[in-house]
């Protein structure tokens, strides 16, 4: 088993094998989910708790399908109603989870950091779901296998992320898996949106849409992360969608079997045209949920597999009561 994590807090520690491993695992868990008994024991008598500081339908509904199906006890706690809102720090909810011997921790946090605070804090696996504007690693991974599944390899192709890549923790976590894995990224959108910065992280920058969709073998659409803007990056939606949402004549520049992905959720009509995202030839945006829930199953699963290793030879060492 290639994969060595203690927790997975992000793409940028993780190395080429054990995203492999992370595919290969979570190929398994798609057939499984495709059977009328969708359950396993992986997690059994294990605890998994999400936290989730920002509001979320996807992601939190994907992390806890994927504890149930594997047989571990699974909590969601309220942030919205919890102590941190009393004034509680964080480190105190750390001190506070660590007397409830979770195995598992799920959390996503407005803060980029948060969850890296958290991990260092708590006896658990810690699984970052989404940290402010720094990463989403299982959005990252949950994309590859997509791709993976549509072209057959993760390696060697161009890949065009357009739109609100500034704000974006999934474009981060995507370039940085697919550049591991030896793909051309292209980030396209307006110079508001897309800083030149972007470019020390190996990515081609283009303002255009049509030079950037040029040759792309996947078109990857972000949503405009308007809660996350603090001025006026774009003159109006109006505008935006006519210069940087995807419609069937921008597609026509990518190659002919491009695939169309979308992290959700969609705001039609705004990145992209509806009858783009409906196109079940060229769109694999419902996949995409799928596969969110099967990589999920998998990360969980391996990082399980670390957690017992290690408190087996904290027992025998007599350091793990």
Do not use: W
Request: aromatic share 4%.
């Amino acid at each position: 088993m290639a994969f060595r994590a203690r927790h997975l807090l992000g793409i940028e520690h993780l190395a080429p094998d054990e995203i492999v491993t992370v595919l290969d695992l979570a190929e398994r868990y798609v057939a499984l989910n495709r059977r009328t008994v969708k359950r396993t024991e992986a997690l059994a008598g294990l605890t998994q708790i999400n936290m989730f500081f920002e509001n979320s339908t996807r992601t939190q509904s994907s992390f806890e399908l994927a504890g149930k199906r594997l047989g571990a006890d699974v909590m969601n706690m309220s942030m919205q109603t919890s102590s941190v809102k009393k004034g509680e720090t964080l480190i105190d909810t750390a001190l506070t989870l660590n007397a409830m011997h979770p195995d598992l921790l799920v959390v996503r946090h407005a803060s980029s950091g948060a969850v890296d605070l958290l991990a260092q804090k708590v006896n658990c696996a810690v699984i970052n779901a989404g940290d402010g504007k720094h990463e989403h690693p299982t959005q990252a991974l949950l994309d590859a296998l997509t791709i993976r599944r549509s072209k057959g390899r993760i390696t060697g192709l161009t890949v065009a992320i357009c739109g609100d890549v500034a704000h974006s923790r999934v474009a981060r976590s995507n370039m940085l898996l697919l550049g591991k894995m030896g793909n051309r990224v292209r980030l396209i959108g307006p110079p508001t949106l897309v800083p030149s910065a972007f470019g020390d992280m190996g990515a081609e920058i283009h303002d255009d849409m049509a030079s950037g969709l040029k040759g792309a073998d996947v078109v990857m659409m972000l949503r405009l992360q308007k809660e996350r803007m603090d001025g006026g990056f774009i003159p109006s939606e109006r505008e935006y969608f006519h210069r940087y949402g995807l419609d069937a004549d921008k597609l026509s520049h990518a190659e002919p079997d491009a695939i169309v992905m979308h992290p959700g959720p969609m705001n039609r009509g705004v990145e992209i045209d509806g009858t783009i995202a409906d196109d079940i030839t060229r769109s694999v945006i419902q996949e995409q949920v799928e596969m969110g829930v099967a990589v999920r199953m998998a990360v969980m699963d391996l990082l399980a597999q670390n957690l017992r290793a290690e408190r087996g030879r904290a027992a025998v060492d007599g350091t793990y009561a």
